[in-house]
Nanobody
Framework: VQLQASGGGLVQAGGSLRLSCAASGLTFGSYVMGWFRQAPGKEREFLARINWDGIGTYYADSVKGRFIISRDNARNTVYLQMNSLEPEDAAVYYC??????????WGQGTLVTVSS
């Protein structure tokens, strides 16, 4: 059972990136999925979550209107489209699945660097 995040990299301020998180070994369509990030010296920050059906979503204020979470249950993958990136968005980004109200399974993280 694992989550594999990918898609990070170096982008200029104002640019876009799309992160992917592929799940294996779990009934993906049954789980709420989410994205988090952690910048150096800071606590892990919740960014967005999406319900099992792909319809219900919720965003942190820090990314609302710039980031879009989506999922493809047929591909066992959740995405995070990140637009209008700012240097403050630089961090390691993590995906996670939620079970029983707890974010219980985490991906390994993918690094996003934003140059000014």
């Amino acid at each position: 059972v694992q989550l594999q995040a990918s898609g990070g990299g170096l982008v200029q301020a104002g640019g876009s990136l799309r992160l992917s998180c592929a799940a294996s070994g779990l009934t993906f369509g049954s789980y709420v999925m989410g994205w988090f990030r952690q910048a150096p010296g800071k606590e892990r920050e919740f960014l967005a979550r999406i319900n099992w059906d792909g319809i219900g979503t919720y965003y942190a204020d820090s990314v609302k209107g710039r980031f879009i979470i989506s999922r493809d249950n047929a591909r066992n993958t959740v995405y995070l489209q990140m637009n209008s990136l700012e240097p403050e968005d630089a961090a390691v980004y993590y995906c996670a699945s939620r079970s029983g109200g707890t974010w219980s399974l985490w991906g390994q993280g993918t690094l996003v660097t934003v140059s000014s």
